[in-house]
């Protein structure tokens, strides 16, 4: 239970019949888990909470009569909530609204421009203009100059051990190699 603010990450395991599930032993469960419950109904899909809507107004009903000050807070919380949408003709009316000017909108319109690859990015909004360079350095940074004199000396350390190498194992005239071996005692 170290996740307590992340009810998202258990929207995906709460159907409707584990719903009702909890609802008959919510009495029996620690106040954290409780509260994560609790707030999981505020990431449900909407047509997800219609379809578990009495399940859920049972638990949040449950949740009013607990001692925790957290659990009595929060569903007291998604009690007004639930309770300012179906009664207040005002609210009705706004997220009518709202779902009107959203089923108007393209899907896509609807992403952060960040969610989008390049390709449709450009098929969305059109070629992309090329990024304007305002600065121009005069000199290489100090860890660019240092990265070439490293490569430089490390490709000239690379070529003198090659050389060294070929000259060692050069053959002799005589068929032996110029390789130096130990004389026995």
Known sequence: MD???V????????????IDNI????????WAVKLKLLLQTLCHL????DD???ALMEIIQLATLHSNPWVL?????????SDLEEQNPNVQDILGELRGKVGECEASAMLPLECLNKNALTTLAGPLTPLVRYFQLKRKPKSATLREKWL?????TAQQLKRSIAVRF??????RSATWTPRPR
């Not at 609802?23 to 620690?30: E, M, P, S, T, W």
């Open 7 to 18: 009810p998202p990450s258990i929207v995906t395991l709460l159907k409707a019949t584990f």
């Open 46 to 49: 909407r047509r997800t909470v």
């Open 52 to 54: 578990m809507k009495d």
């Open 170 to 175: 050069m053959p002799r005239a005589g068929g």
């Open 152 to 156: 430089q000396k490390s490709m000239e």
């Open 23 to 30: 609802r008959l032993c919510f009495h029996r469960l620690l």
């Open 73 to 81: 807070m929060v569903a007291d919380i998604l009690k007004s909530f």
């Open 3 to 5: 996740e307590l603010w």
